[in-house]
């Protein structure tokens, strides 16, 4: 079974932390972007599809600076993630929306892009080229979603706490939950711990695996996302503020028993970044991995 996998880059963020549109960031001496980078392990992965989801305002450069060098048999569709992009009734609240929606709604978007099955990511956060072929693999033998997560201890930052969705899994290495603990890092006497939603410690291992958006998905997952939308803006988002998460959808398939993920532990280590101080570390660690020259 070879299906049709499209790669959906979730880019429509607008990178307020970093100080900009961080999608579009060059790697310095390496004159690429990590979304660059991204899309070329997926292609020699076998991808032949690619859904860009982005934002109005860096879309001329993505056309100008990106597209060309992209491989010439690969088809690219690119779709552009809007406030105003909701069903009619809401759209007086759309109108008074400052930020983006959430990544639940940049996936919606690619809606009518996604052919059959999807790998999801970040343009922001490069996963190494072994996690695209893990999915490609996955998919030829299985209808089931997936996600490739990463050891906890390759996710943390020298700049201090961070926030990370760790996975419960079942005896089938299958997703349960991701549960969302915050402000991860060690303790003085060397123990890993964060704080759970109710602001309790947690101490976790160094090597439970964290989601970091890199999902295998399928054309169900938008009937969830379009649904759940709606009744996202009806009764949760009463104050205009709220993001729609992916996760959140990808965790009511599996309470729905619409879906189940299998879990898959990384064979390469996970690199990003939130704010533009740790490009340079960044840029050398990614070219080391790739075997890029580093100017």
Known sequence: ???????????????????????????????????????????????????LVINAA????????????????????????RLEDVPAEHAQRAAQRQKPWGTGHALLCAKEAVIDKAIVITADDYYGSQAYKQLVQHFKRSSNWACVAYPLQQTLSEQGGVNRGICALNELQQLLRVDEVLNIQYQEDGTLVGLNDKGQARALASDVLASMTFWGIDKRLFTILAENFADFLGHHDKGNAKEYYLPDQIQYGIDQHLAVVEVYAAKQAWMGMTYKDELPLLARNIAALKGLSHK
Not at 58 to 67: F, G, K, N, S
Request: aromatic share 4%.
């Open 1 to 51: 079974m070879n299906p049709h996998i499209s790669l959906v880059v979730l880019a429509g963020g607008l990178g307020s932390r970093f100080g900009g549109a961080k999608q579009i960031a060059p790697l310095p001496g390496v004159n690429r972007t990590i979304m660059e980078l991204s899309i070329e392990d997926a292609y020699h992965a076998g991808i032949r599809h690619l859904v």
């Open 58 to 81: 860096v879309r001329a450069y993505i056309e100008q600076e990106i597209l060309p060098k992209l491989p010439a048999d690969l088809e690219v569709t690119l779709v552009e993630q």
